[in-house]
């Protein structure tokens, strides 16, 4: 059974940054596109960033660019999301995911459609806060 943990969230100022994990069990990372995703109270959740492990091929939403790196340590099965000039706007529950293909589509996916995923398999999600 594939799990996802994330962890790293927490409470930052505007303009102040945060780094997530995202651990993967249960398989090796390299089978794998692993997708960050947000949803904030009262939104559509939204991919922001997503890797093809296989490739090691990174997506962004075009609101991120700039910000947000999405990279992986294939030694620890764990992919990271650092993020820069966090904006009050961006508070949210982060979630990664994960989705057993080598396929673009996953992807290209995550960071252009708001609302619905096909990603399998998330994590519990992690609480980023961005207030002053």
């Known amino acids: 059974q594939l799990r996802l943990v994330e962890s790293g969230g927490g409470s930052v100022q505007p303009g102040g940054s945060l780094r997530l994990s995202c651990v993967l069990s249960?398989?090796?990372?390299?089978?794998?596109?692993i997708g960050w995703f947000r949803q904030a109270p009262g939104k559509e959740r939204e991919g922001v960033s997503c890797i093809r492990n296989t490739y090691g091929q990174t997506y962004y939403r075009d609101a991120v660019k700039g910000r947000f790196t999405i990279s992986r340590d294939p030694a620890k099965n764990t992919v990271y999301l650092q993020m820069n000039n966090l904006k009050r706007e961006e508070t949210a529950v982060y979630y990664c995911?994960?989705?057993?293909?080598?396929?673009?589509?996953?992807?290209?996916?995550?960071?252009?459609?708001?609302?619905?995923?096909?990603?399998?398999?998330w994590g519990q999600g992690a609480q980023v806060t961005v207030s002053s």
């Open positions: 249960g398989d090796t990372l390299d089978h794998y596109a």
């Open positions: 995911a994960a989705e057993r293909s080598t396929s673009p589509y996953y992807c290209s996916a995550a960071v252009q459609i708001v609302g619905g995923s096909d990603f399998d398999y």
